[in-house]
């Protein structure tokens, strides 16, 4: 069992920048997929990026494209979300998520995985 905690949400304004953080507990990482959703109010959770378990190919929702980076840190067992130049849109709970299986990749992991932390608010402002 993985248990996933975020970290790193907030109030910003348009056209600014945040990172967000996912500690992992209870197992290592580096045989995970690693990914970051999001769920706006009134809407459903959404894929937003994934990053393979060697850190080799992310994939990226067609919005935030060149906009946000997806890492990983397998020594401290965290996976990142740098934003920046949030609009009002991007507004929503953050989830991280992670996935022991590797078949599929990516298409399996943008529609859900196995284990997600409780998520983590960013207003964008304008």
């Known amino acids: 069992q993985v248990q996933l905690v975020e970290s790193g949400g907030g109030l910003v304004q348009a056209g600014g920048s945040l990172t967000l953080s996912c500690v992992a507990s209870?197992?290592?990482?580096?045989?995970?997929?690693m990914g970051w959703f999001r769920q706006a109010p009134g809407k459903e959770r959404e894929f937003v990026a994934v990053?393979?378990?060697?850190?080799?190919?992310?994939y990226y929702l067609d919005s935030v494209k060149g906009r946000f980076t997806i890492s990983r840190d397998n020594a401290k067992n965290t996976v990142y979300l740098q934003m920046h130049s949030l609009k009002l849109e991007d507004t929503a709970v953050y989830y991280c998520?992670?996935?022991?299986?590797?078949?599929?990749?990516?298409?399996?992991?943008?529609?859900?995985?196995?284990?997600w932390g409780k998520g983590t608010l960013v207003t964008v402002s304008s």
């Open positions: 990053i393979s378990w060697s850190s080799l190919t992310t």
């Open positions: 209870g197992r290592t990482l580096n045989e995970y997929v």
């Open positions: 998520a992670a996935d022991d299986r590797k078949a599929g990749y990516p298409g399996v992991h943008t529609r859900g995985m196995k284990y």
